[in-house]
Nanobody, 127 residues
Framework: QVQLVESGGGLGQAGGSLRLSCAAS????????MGWYRQAPGQQRDLVAT???????HYTDAVNGRFTISRDNAKNTVILQMNSLRPEDPAVYYC?????????????????????WGQGTQVTVTS
């Protein structure tokens, strides 16, 4: 069974910084793109940033130049460093991974590729 567990987040000040971390664990064969989305109350879940397996990042315009996404492939983790926080940044932040998991059924190896999500972590910004 595969899990994505987020940590970090919480309360930050406008203009300040917060750091989110997400670790994937379980029966993992490989991980492709990883990323972060966010969802504010009453809003849809929006992309924040993604990073490919070779470390190429992509940012939405709303966070470009303020947030930095990175990953550690050896630890199956993805990090979102959030600087220069703004009043529009508060949301529940979700990590996601394009991940291939494996399992053995009756000694037969099976793999399945799917997009996995973490449970979300709240980010609040005070002025």
């Amino acid at each position: 069974q595969v899990q994505l567990v987020e940590s970090g987040g919480g309360l930050g000040q406008a203009g300040g910084s917060l750091r989110l971390s997400c670790a994937a664990s379980g029966s993992i064969l490989s991980i492709g793109d990883m990323g972060w989305y966010r969802q504010a109350p009453g809003q849809q879940r929006d992309l924040v940033a993604t990073i490919t397996s070779d470390g190429t990042p992509h940012y939405t315009d709303a966070v470009n130049g303020r947030f930095t996404i990175s990953r550690d492939n050896a630890k199956n983790t993805v990090i979102l460093q959030m600087n220069s926080l703004r009043p529009e940044d508060p949301a529940v932040y979700y990590c996601t991974a394009d991940l291939t998991a494996y399992r053995a059924i009756d000694d037969v190896f099976h793999s399945n590729r799917s997009q996995y999500w973490g449970q979300g972590t709240q980010v609040t910004v005070t002025s």
